[in-house]
């Protein structure tokens, strides 16, 4: 009973993947899903690299301020981005020239 489940399987798989709209519609249907799931695993990843205990050090805490106060000092450098494209007029709260100069002053 396995070997024809794994040939059923197979047979299967082999016709939804030579559907045209296949890989489209899967897309379209979990992109949201694999977005966040994607951030929560990065996250993870880098965030369980570092053991609870060290933030009770100092030296962490301080390279910690330090790292915040490079990033502080940066931000206004974002102001400085040209304008590149208008701000709309029809009363939109996405603002092209906001993102660039937050992204610029976070990068």
Request: with cysteine; charged share 20%; hydrophobic share 40%.
């Amino acid at each position: 009973m396995s070997r024809s489940l794994t040939q059923y399987d197979t047979i299967l798989c082999k016709k939804f993947s030579q559907l045209p709209d296949a890989h489209n519609s899967f897309l379209h249907n979990t992109h949201q899903v694999i977005e966040w799931l994607l951030r929560v695993f990065f996250a993870a990843t880098i965030g369980f690299q570092v053991p609870v205990e060290l933030f009770n050090d100092t030296y962490v805490i301080g390279m910690g301020f330090l790292l915040y106060a490079c990033v502080a000092v940066k931000f206004p450098l974002g102001f400085y981005v040209p304008r590149f494209e208008d701000s709309p007029k029809d009363g939109s709260i996405y603002d092209p020239y906001k993102r660039d100069v937050l992204i610029t002053g976070l990068s």
